[in-house]
């Protein structure tokens, strides 16, 4: 292999400017990857990263902005604004996603549609989108699902039943653009909290249901992201968790 398998090679990161997108962004980064940053709301975050990051190398981090369940022109502008920047596209990363409570008796097609939509109806027509490209390049996807997307998260169900498809098309997307193009996951588990709704008490709850006894850190998931597009060249279809072991716990 070469020393540096990932530098010139450009990653599309949906959600990139902060949390889980903002780490995997920087881990890639640091690879030599140039990068498109998508993001909806958080555009201080999103320009203060790009700032970040071209301290390091100038002009490798392109920003566009726009809400995923808009329409699929814009799903279509973001794959073309990439090649038409960089030249290519080799990894697309589907992290962006909704999350908040909806419990059943009050939920809303509305809310159906908007979890829903940037969840997995995004994700997959992203994925579409992108699928040409990828195999020129020998490329991959990689989708930030949940381990919630395999045992449900009580008030959250339409939540989990969307990462739980978000796995399906992962395993899916793999058998279906296969050999060119690879398609993996990663299940995050106790990473970063919920930015609201969450008590001191029911975070303890959930540390002491995790075999290692303590939450993870966006780091690990940016390694775990950087492992699979990287160095798992004969891996495809995979759902990794990465969650301190709560998997086993039932």
Request: glycine content about 10%.
């Amino acid at each position: 292999m070469p020393d540096n398998p990932l530098e010139g090679k450009v990653a599309l990161i949906t959600g990139g400017a902060h949390r889980l997108g903002a780490a995997i962004a920087r881990g890639f980064h640091a690879q030599g990857m140039r990068l498109v940053i998508h993001y909806l709301s958080s555009e201080a975050r999103a320009r203060a990263l790009q700032q970040e990051l071209h301290a390091a190398r100038p002009d490798s981090v392109m920003l566009v902005r726009g809400d995923l369940n808009h329409s699929e022109k814009l799903l279509k502008n973001l794959v073309f604004e990439t090649v038409e920047s960089f030249g290519r596209l080799d990894v697309l990363v589907n992290n962006a996603a909704r999350f908040y409570p909806t419990p059943v008796g009050e939920v809303s097609e509305e809310q159906w549609n908007d979890i829903v939509g940037t969840n997995l109806k995004a994700p997959f027509f992203l994925s579409q989108i992108a699928a040409p490209h990828l195999r020129k390049t020998g490329g991959c996807i990689l989708n930030i699902a949940d381990i919630y997307g395999d045992r449900p998260l009580g008030k959250h169900p339409i939540y989990s039943i969307a990462k739980a498809g978000l796995i399906m098309l992962t395993k899916s997307l793999a058998r279906e653009l296969g050999p060119e193009v690879r398609v993996n996951a990663i299940a995050p588990g106790a990473i970063l909290w919920p930015e609201t709704g969450l008590d001191d008490m029911s975070k303890q709850r959930v540390v002491s249901r995790t075999p290692l006894k303590r939450s993870g850190d966006p780091e690990d998931i940016a390694r775990t992201a950087l492992f699979l597009v990287r160095d798992a060249g004969f891996i495809t279809g995979q759902v990794l968790g990465v969650d301190g072991g709560r998997g086993v716990v039932v």
